[in-house]
């Protein structure tokens, strides 16, 4: 299928790894033009190399993404660079805290800030390229812990947050003709990611969380939730808007990890 990505101009934030990455390499193979934002510059250059092997222009700019005046200053610098921006993709994401209780409130702000608050400030900083676009969409790709109660409570209470907001934008910038939608994957395995560390520190664990929780024996790959980010991208999906995709293969708890049991192990 054509998803008609050819030339279209996208920024992805947390490009330079794991699913941010996977997303950037099936946009260039659609012929998309790509704009990576991420903290390590290295990073960034490994993942601009890889992707110019499809021959689509790729440009980067090192930011932290929960600094919002400066995730500005990056989208701004990658539109000047491609000439203009038509999609936008809220990538980057992860935990400051864990659970309330070996947590602190600050923990929780700033798990918010690093997910729906990047995606709000990303969103933002793009509306005024977008509006100028046609076809405008953006995608957060927040999680299915966002949707079902499991550790870590300050990820999952933002991931939460990330999906409402991508429903609630959708309506607020329908009249500029900016779709919005959100992706939530599963538990996706890739080389340095965190469940290729779990399997490897507890290989036992690993096997039964993925023998007990996923009907087809075996966590999700990068490429199956970029082809979805790509479709949701592109004109194909023109009706969606203020979705929550969920991308897990069937998965019944997001998390191999458990709350304490009594009081006594969180005092």
Request: hydrophobic letters at 45%; aromatic letters at 6%.
């Amino acid at each position: 299928m054509d998803l008609g990505l050819d030339g279209v101009r996208v920024v992805v934030t947390g490009g330079s790894r794991g699913i941010g990455l996977g997303i950037a390499h099936a946009l260039a193979r659609e012929g998309a033009a790509l704009g990576l934002i991420a903290r390590d510059p290295e990073g960034l250059a490994r993942a601009a190399t890889s992707l110019r092997e499809h021959g689509r222009p790729v440009v980067s700019v090192a930011a932290d993404v929960s600094d919002f005046a400066a995730l500005a200053v990056a989208v701004g610098d990658l539109a000047e660079q491609l000439g203009g921006l038509d999609r936008a993709v809220a990538n980057a994401g992860g935990t400051v805290g864990g659970n309330l209780l070996d947590s602190d409130p600050e923990d929780f702000v700033a798990t918010f800030a690093l997910n729906a608050g990047h995606a709000a400030a990303l969103t933002k900083a793009a509306v005024p390229y977008l509006r100028q676009s046609t076809g405008a969409a953006v995608v957060f790709v927040a999680s299915v812990t966002g949707m079902r109660p499991a550790p870590r409570t300050a990820y999952a209470a933002a991931k939460a947050g990330e999906i409402h907001l991508a429903s609630t934008l959708a309506q607020e910038l329908a009249p500029l003709a900016i779709r919005v939608n959100a992706i939530s994957p599963g538990s996706i395995m890739f080389e340095g990611g965190s469940w290729d560390r779990y399997q490897r520190n507890d290989p036992d664990d690993f096997d039964r969380f993925t023998r007990e929780e996923f009907p087809a024996g075996r966590l999700g790959r990068v490429e199956e939730v970029a082809d979805v980010v790509a479709f949701l991208l592109s004109d194909r999906a023109s009706w969606m808007t203020g979705a929550n995709v969920v991308v897990d293969g069937g998965q019944g708890s997001p998390s191999a990890r458990k709350f304490p049991a009594t009081s006594s192990e969180v005092q």
